[in-house]
């Protein structure tokens, strides 16, 4: 009894450390710039471009399929794993270009807190609404980053009642920006009313020199200048007077999102926010199971679920592998797991953790860390292992497909196609939706890009060849109560089409916004929504 309790202390203090979080933005908010930048804090890269040089393919550590080389995007989610502080971090990456796909939903799932990249000028866009969005329904703590303050961005108070108005949740600025464009000068720390100077220093390459001074400094007015200065000194009156004040208990809840402002590829406003992720980011906490029981991150039975599967990460091993994200216990290799949905045991052999390419054999991982298993395909997204009591937890959710298209088999070999449509569904690289005709199947995607991954996957797995005829849809939806059928709707607009998913519920194809919203007006007493579980 005294051994499990002195054991289940070892592993709190362990998760106590941790923090595992995501970065949600709309591309080109800064998201790649910051996390270089907060590995380079961290000392875990030496230099900044290492994480995906654009124009330099050669530091790319987070590439590793060919297409990704050829197109110069990131295809797949990675966890970073670093120290800072003296506390462990994960970093889940959603990718966010052309590559956006259900993964980057999914890999919010796994994650225990989310920061949020705005480009200042730009403020809250589309792709950062979506992802905010499931955030909000997973109640994930989110922390802003107002990024490119060194550009002529907008207003922070309009950028703030933005995030406010849109996103419907409270933002209070941690600190502010002093001046902005070629007057940006630093930030004022709203809590230790310090004002953090920064110099424009060798763009990404070095970290930037930081000096504290009063806010009343007359050396202040003189380097802002006066406009800068001035719209300072209102900026923080306003927030002083009638600003939101952070509490962190609100954020926990994810109520309130806490705001940073700066400028990842100058290095300016990095540090505090760096210091206040590691102070204000909660470490892993209780996961709930799928009947509602809450599992301690310090019980010494290990639990956990997969969340992503990603095939051909090694074009050498050609292997499949599945993330784990821990939830409770320890994960040892060599360790023998129980996979509650085939109730039967699994030995993990070879667990992982991977810093873009790299894998490195994890010898022991706690709550809140993400572990790659190879997978002989024993996992399925959603799966849940553990040692000791069995435990469910929720099923991964499904999130709505935007881009749709006929998937057509090119040649003769139906049973290969079958079987890779099956596969590629499972994996959860795509939904796969069947009307009452055609044989046919209609795929969706979160990401048109994966379109691309589909066809090469058949050919190179299944040596099967297919054509993707895209169709004009905008959303697909499911529908609650989920007995829901077509023609129980009162009203759908035209060119609506009514689909059955893998589980053979009903899922509404509406060719536009406009009419998704004429189906919701119509119909009061169905929800059409846009996560469902797998
Ligand atoms: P993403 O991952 O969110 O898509 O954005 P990414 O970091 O790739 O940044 C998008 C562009 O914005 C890049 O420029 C990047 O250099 C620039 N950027 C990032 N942070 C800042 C900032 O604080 N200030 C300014 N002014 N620009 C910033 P690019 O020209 O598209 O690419 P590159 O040639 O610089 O690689």
Known sequence: MLETSNRSDEIAAKVALRRTFAIISHPDAGKTTLTEKILLYAGAIELAGAVRGRKSRRHAVSDWMAMEQERGISLTSTALEFDLDGRR???????????????TYRSLVAADSVVMVLDSAKGVEEQTRKLFQVCKRHRLPILTFVNKCDTDGRDPLELLDEIES?????????????????HFRGVYDLSRKEVLLYEKH??????????????????LEELAGEYAYREFMDG?????????????REYLNGRQTGVFFGSAINNFGLEPFLDGLVALAPPPGPRMTQDGEEIDPASTDFSGFVFKIQANMDPRHRDHVAFVRVCSGQLLKDMTVINGRLGATVRVSRPYKIFGRDRETSTEAYAGDIVGLVNPGRFMIGDSLYTGRPVQFPR?????????ARLRLDGQRHKQFDDGVRQLEEEGLM??????????????????LQFDVIQSRLLNEYRVESRVEPMNYFA????????????SLAGLGVNVLDVTDRLGRTVILF??????????RENPRVKFVSEVDR
């Open 396 to 404: 991964v959710p499904q999130f709505a497909a935007e881009h749709f």
């Open 476 to 487: 697909a939806r499911w529908m609650e109560p989920a007995e829901t059928t077509r023609e």
């Open 89 to 103: 971090i994960t970093l889940l990456d959603t990718p966010g270009h052309k590559d956006f796909s259900e993964d």
């Open 236 to 248: 923080i009156n306003i927030v002083a007077t009638a600003g939101t004040i952070f509490d962190h």
């Open 166 to 182: 849109v996103l419907g949740i409270s933002a209070a600025p941690l600190n502010w920006p002093i001046g902005r464009g070629a």
């Open 511 to 520: 060719p536009t916004e406009w009419s998704l919203q004429y189906a919701e």
């Open 431 to 448: 939904q796969v939706f069947r009307t009452s005709h055609g044989r046919d199947p209609i795929v969706g995607v979160v990401g048109a």
């Open 202 to 219: 060798m763009q990404g390459q070095r970290r930037a020199p930081v000096t504290v001074a009063d806010h009343l400094d007359p050396s």
